[in-house]
C-alpha cells in the first residue's frame, strides 16, 4: 500500500487549467481517469487525509503510486479526452458499463447501386440509413415482412442478387411479390433506389401522407370498377398498419428522443435507454456497472452518455432525457450537439408524456438491476468468496453456510408480524422461509418484537432436538409448554424407547422438520438494540453455538452482541453484497405478508369466520347466488344445491348468518300485521317470517326460530 504523499506533486506545480488527468499504479499501469474544469483544487483534494476520503477514493490513492495530466483548451475536449483514455487504458477504479451484446438495427444501404434492406450490427457506416436499435433481430425481420408488400426493396444478399442476373431468373421473392426484382430488370435503378428512399420515409414516422394516398388509389380503383386492384391496396394498408402498431405510438408530437434512466444501490448501478423515433419506441438497451469509484447519480449520467455516444456508433437525437442532469450540464450539452451538427436538448422531463415514458423507463432499470443480482448470486465463485468474506469479517470458525435472517414489519403498530428467510451455500431456501404474528402484546416496539420471534423460532428447534433424541430439554417454566412424549407418555421420545434418533428428518414424511436445523450465522434487521435483544433470547434458553450480527441500513453497518463500534465491509464486498441481499428478502418477505393481514383484515366478510368453510367454498357460494344478500336469505336446502356444499356444512353456513342478521320486524302472514314483540299468540316468526299458527314453537326462551331450524317447506324471505 502506497503512502500518497511520496507522489504528491509539488505546490503550485498543478495547473488551474481544465484538464485530464491519470493515476498510475507502480507497474505503470493507469488504474484511474478523471477530468477536472481546474486541475488544481480537483487533484489537491485526492491527497488530503485519508480518514476523510471515501473507502473506494482511498483504496484507489493508495494504490497509486503516480498521477500526470494532461491541460485541455476546454471543459468539452476534457470530456472527450477522459472518454477516449478510459477507452485505450480500462482503468479498474472507472465506473465502466458492460453491455453484453451488439444492439441490431434495421440498415438500408443507400450508399450502393441497388439499395438493400438488412440487419446490421456494430459500427454505423457512411451512406447507409439506420433505424433502432432493436432488441431482437427477429422483431425488425417481422417489421420487414409486413413492409416488403408494399416496399419491395431488396433484401438478397451480394451473391443472390449477382447469380439471379446471370441466369436471368430471380429468387423466390421476387416471384411472390415481396421484391421488385431489379436484378432481372422488371425496375431500373432509378426506381428501385425511389422504392427504398420511401421505405426510409415510411420508417422514419412520415406514415400520414403514404396512408392516405394508398387510401385515395383504392377509393379511385374502387369507383372504376377495378376490384383486385382495390383488394391488393386495401391489403397493403392493413399491412402498413399492423406494421405500425408493432412500434406503439408513445409521444404524440413525433419525437425523436433517447430516455436514459438509473437504478442503483450502494454497490450497482444498471442503466436503461429507450430509443424514441417518430414518437415510437425503435429500440431499447441497457448496462449494468460495480460502483467502483464514489459517484451520484449526475455522474452516472454523464458517464452512461459517453459509453451511449462516444464511440459513434449511435446517433445523437434532437432531444436526451435523463433522471439528473451532469454538473456541470454544459459543457456536456455542447458535446453531444457537436456530434449531432445542431443544437441538442439535454433536460430532465418535468410532466406530460415525456414524464411518464422515463416512469416506465425506470421500471426498466429497476428490473435489470434484480435480475442482474440474480445471476451474480447463483455464481458458485462469487458466493464462496462472499461466505468466506463473511466468516473473516465476523471472525466465525467456519464459513456460514446457513444464515437465517428476521425482520418485523408493522403498519403504524397494527398487524405486527415478523419474516424469517433461510439462505443456504448463499442461496434463499424458500421452502424454509416462515412466518410469525406477534401474539404477546399490542403495539409498536420492535426490539420487544425481534425478542419473541427469536425466542420462539429456537424455543421450536429445541423441541425438534428433544423430539428427535438429539438434546434432553429441561423442564419449561411454563406449566402451558409440556414436554413432547413418545407413544408410551414417557415424555423423553425416541431416546427413552432405545431407539435411534430421527434426526432433523421427518421418518414419516422424509421432510426436513421444520425448524430442526439451526443457522451457523442468525442476521437481525436493526442496529445494536435489535441485536442485543436477540442475543437476550439466546441466552434465555442456553444458545450459545449460533453466531449472531445485525445489519443496519443507514449506512450498511454490521453490529456484533456486545460490541460498541460497528463492523465496517468495503462496499465493493462480495460479502456485504450477500449480507443486503438476506436482507432485503426479510424485508420483502415480511412486508408481503403485513400486507396481506392488513387486506384481510380491511376486506374481510360474514363468510369468512364460518367454520370449515375455505375460500373455494365461499366463492362458489357468492357466486351461485350473487349477493351475500340473496345466500343470508337461502334455506338449508337452496344451500346444498351449491357443487362442494354439503348438509352440514349448509346448516353451519345458515346458523352463522341468521346468528349475523339485523333483527327484523315480525310478520303476521295471514293478517300481514307488523308485530311489535318477536312472537303473539296466533304465530311464531321464523328469522323475520311468519309461520302460520298452528305450527311447533321452537324450543327454548326465544321465539326466534333461525332458518338452520326452520321446516324445509317454510320459505325464507329477504330481510328488510
Not at 414489519?409 to 404474528?437: I, T
Request: glycine fraction near 8%; aromatic fraction near 6%.
Amino acid at each position: 500500500m502506497a503512502d500518497p504523499s511520496t507522489y504528491r506533486p509539488a505546490p503550485g506545480a498543478i495547473p488551474t487549467s481544465p484538464g485530464v488527468y491519470r493515476f498510475r499504479d507502480v507497474h505503470g499501469r493507469v488504474i484511474y481517469v478523471g477530468k477536472a474544469k481546474s486541475l488544481r483544487p480537483r487533484l489537491s483534494s485526492y491527497f488530503q487525509d485519508i480518514a476523510g476520503l471515501h473507502p473506494r477514493t482511498a483504496t484507489m490513492v493508495t494504490t497509486a503510486a503516480s498521477v500526470e495530466w494532461t491541460v485541455v483548451g476546454t471543459e468539452v475536449e476534457a470530456l472527450q479526452l477522459e472518454y477516449s483514455w478510459i477507452k485505450e487504458f480500462d482503468p479498474r477504479f472507472n465506473v465502466k458499463y458492460r453491455d453484453d451484446k451488439s444492439y441490431p438495427e434495421l440498415a438500408v444501404t443507400l450508399n450502393e447501386e441497388f439499395p438493400r434492406v438488412q440487419v446490421m450490427r456494430g459500427a454505423h457506416k457512411k451512406g447507409v440509413r439506420y433505424f433502432g436499435p432493436y432488441g431482437h433481430a427477429w422483431a425488425i425481420r417481422e417489421t420487414v415482412d409486413l413492409l416488403l408488400r408494399v416496399f419491395p426493396v431488396r433484401t438478397c444478399s451480394n451473391g443472390v442478387f449477382k447469380r439471379a442476373a446471370q441466369v436471368g431468373r430471380p429468387c423466390l421473392l421476387g416471384y411472390i411479390g415481396k421484391c421488385a426484382a431489379p436484378c432481372v430488370g422488371k425496375i431500373s435503378q432509378a426506381e428501385h433506389v425511389e422504392l427504398a428512399e420511401e421505405f426510409c420515409d415510411f420508417m422514419a414516422g412520415r406514415t400520414g401522407n403514404y396512408l392516405r394516398r394508398l387510401e385515395e388509389q383504392m377509393r379511385d380503383a374502387a369507383a372504376d370498377m377495378e376490384y383486385e386492384k382495390a383488394a391488393r391496396l386495401r391489403d397493403d394498408i392493413g399491412a402498413l398498419k399492423r406494421a405500425m402498431e408493432k412500434n406503439a405510438v408513445v409521444l404524440a408530437d413525433g419525437t425523436d428522443a433517447d430516455l436514459l434512466a438509473l437504478a442503483e444501490d450502494e454497490l450497482e448501478a444498471a442503466v436503461q435507454i429507450f430509443h424514441v423515433r417518430g414518437g415510437r419506441v425503435r429500440g431499447q438497451r441497457g448496462w449494468v456497472t460495480d460502483k467502483v469509484e464514489d459517484v451520484d447519480t449526475a455522474a452516472l449520467v454523464e458517464h452512461a452518455l459517453q459509453q451511449l455516444y462516444g464511440g459513434g456508433a449511435e446517433s445523437v437525437p434532437r432531444e436526451v432525457l435523463v433522471p439528473a442532469m451532469p454538473e456541470p450540464a454544459g459543457p456536456v450539452r455542447e458535446w453531444l450537439s457537436g456530434l449531432r451538427g445542431s443544437q441538442v436538448d439535454l433536460r430532465v422531463p418535468q410532466r406530460g408524456d415525456k414524464k411518464d415514458l422515463m416512469a416506465t423507463v425506470e421500471r426498466n432499470a429497476q428490473q435489470s438491476l434484480a435480475l442482474h443480482k440474480t445471476k451474480r448470486a447463483s455464481d458458485l465463485t462469487t458466493r464462496s468468496r462472499a461466505l468466506q468474506e463473511i466468516a473473516d469479517a465476523l471472525e466465525l470458525d467456519s464459513v456460514p453456510l446457513r444464515i437465517e435472517c428476521f425482520d418485523i414489519s408493522h403498519l403504524q403498530g397494527e398487524d405486527v408480524v415478523a419474516s424469517m428467510v433461510v439462505f443456504e451455500d448463499g442461496l434463499a431456501r424458500k421452502s424454509e422461509y416462515r412466518r410469525f404474528q406477534i401474539k404477546g402484546f399490542e403495539g409498536q416496539d420492535d426490539v420487544r418484537s425481534m425478542h419473541e420471534v427469536i425466542s420462539r423460532r429456537f424455543r421450536r428447534y429445541l423441541q425438534e432436538r428433544e423430539q428427535t433424541g438429539e438434546w434432553a430439554v429441561p423442564e419449561a417454566d411454563d406449566p402451558g409448554q409440556q414436554q413432547p412424549a413418545d407413544a408410551n407418555g414417557t415424555g423423553t421420545g425416541a431416546a427413552a424407547a432405545g431407539e435411534l434418533p430421527a434426526g432433523p428428518i421427518d421418518p414419516e414424511t422424509g421432510r426436513p422438520r421444520r425448524f430442526a436445523y439451526p443457522p451457523q450465522l442468525l442476521v437481525v434487521d436493526g442496529g445494536q438494540p435489535q441485536v442485543a435483544a436477540a442475543r437476550r433470547a439466546l441466552d434465555e434458553l442456553g444458545i450459545d453455538d449460533v453466531a449472531l450480527c445485525g445489519l443496519a441500513k443507514r449506512l450498511e453497518e454490521v453490529w456484533l452482541p456486545g460490541e460498541d463500534d460497528p463492523v465496517v465491509l468495503p462496499r465493493s464486498s462480495e460479502g456485504l453484497y450477500l449480507l443486503q441481499r438476506v436482507r432485503d428478502e426479510a424485508h420483502r418477505f415480511a412486508i408481503s405478508y403485513q400486507r396481506s393481514k392488513r387486506s384481510k383484515r380491511l376486506t374481510a366478510g360474514e363468510l369468512d369466520s364460518v367454520p370449515g368453510l375455505g375460500e373455494t367454498r365461499r366463492q362458489a357460494l357468492l357466486k351461485h347466488f350473487g349477493s351475500l344478500k340473496k345466500l343470508r336469505a337461502a334455506t338449508v336446502d337452496e344451500l346444498c344445491e351449491v357443487p362442494g356444499i354439503g348438509r352440514r356444512t349448509a346448516e353451519t353456513v345458515a346458523a352463522a348468518l341468521a346468528s349475523r342478521t339485523p333483527a327484523a320486524f315480525a310478520v303476521n302472514t295471514a293478517t300481514g300485521e307488523i308485530l311489535d314483540d318477536g312472537a303473539d299468540e296466533g304465530a311464531v316468526t321464523g328469522g323475520g317470517a311468519a309461520v302460520p299458527a298452528g305450527a311447533a314453537p321452537p324450543a327454548g326462551p326465544s321465539a326466534t326460530m333461525p332458518p338452520a331450524a326452520a321446516p324445509p317447506t317454510a320459505q325464507q324471505p329477504e330481510t328488510p
